[in-house]
């Protein structure tokens, strides 16, 4: 059973730059598993924030990028802020029509 | 504008079976696969499987495969997902959204409708 491994938790302060990764129990991450990006506050459904691994959604700031370091995906956010604070999931496109989510990372702002 | 709206809240016992609907408009609704994802409270999303519109074909995450059934009807462009044999675990918000098929990747949500299964 392919685990999609993330932080469970992450902290940065106001204004510095934090990188989330997303990575496979068994293998690398690359482009060929489309690896998303989503935001989630609480109550809210996802929303996402990029998709094929560095493609930012309509009306994301550039302050948030993703990337492939190394054997995994990343989610990089430049200049933190307070309202940055909530959960973030990745998901990766396994091929023949499976999708498997990370399991979230919490990010503090402080 | 896209919207995909969802049925209300249910509260099951254990051993019953729920079905929520997920009402897509703003787009052809046969144009794009819909996922169903769910999250228990607290806990992380886990993607449960999607559904063709078009041609019903579907595709289930392996630990529901023989509980979940989605389905839909083209006439008023509303997906299905059913699950049976509902245990306390299955409790969680579940979630409709729209796959964007060059991207695989899922680009609307509905706004999720939470499953209680309690005795």
């Known amino acids: 059973q392919t685990v999609v491994t993330q932080e469970p938790s992450f902290s940065v302060s106001p204004g510095g730059t934090v990188t989330l990764t997303c990575g496979l129990s068994?293998?690398?991450?690359?482009?060929?598993?489309?690896p998303t990006w989503y935001q989630q506050t609480p109550g809210q459904a996802p929303r996402t924030l990029i998709y094929s691994t560095n493609t930012r959604s309509s009306g994301v700031p550039d302050r948030f990028s993703g990337s492939i370091l190394g054997n995994k995906a990343a989610l990089t956010i430049t200049g933190a802020q307070a309202d940055d604070e909530c959960d973030y999931y990745c998901?990766?496109?396994?091929?023949?029509?499976?999708?498997?989510f990370g399991g979230g990372t919490k990010l503090t702002v402080l | 504008q896209v919207q995909l709206v969802q049925s209300g809240a249910e509260v099951k016992k254990p051993g019953a079976s729920v079905k929520v609907s997920c009402k897509a408009s703003?787009?052809?609704?046969?144009?794009?696969?819909i996922t169903w994802v769910r999250q228990a409270t607290g806990q992380g999303l886990e993607w449960m499987g999607w559904?063709?519109?078009?041609?019903?074909?579907?595709g289930y995450a392996q630990k529901l495969q023989g509980r979940v059934t989605m389905t839909r009807s083209t006439s008023i462009s509303t997906a299905y997902m059913e699950l049976s044999s509902l245990r306390s675990e299955d409790t969680a918000v579940y979630y409709c959204?729209?796959?964007?098929?060059?991207?695989?990747?899922?680009?609307?949500w509905g706004q999720g409708t939470l499953v209680t299964v309690s005795s």
């Open positions: 559904m063709n519109p078009k041609s019903g074909n579907t």
């Open positions: 959204a729209r796959i964007v098929g060059r991207r695989n990747d899922f680009d609307y």
């Open positions: 068994s293998g690398s991450v690359s482009t060929k598993y489309y």
């Open positions: 998901v990766l496109f396994l091929g023949s029509g499976i999708w498997v």
């Open positions: 703003g787009y052809t609704f046969t144009t794009s696969d």
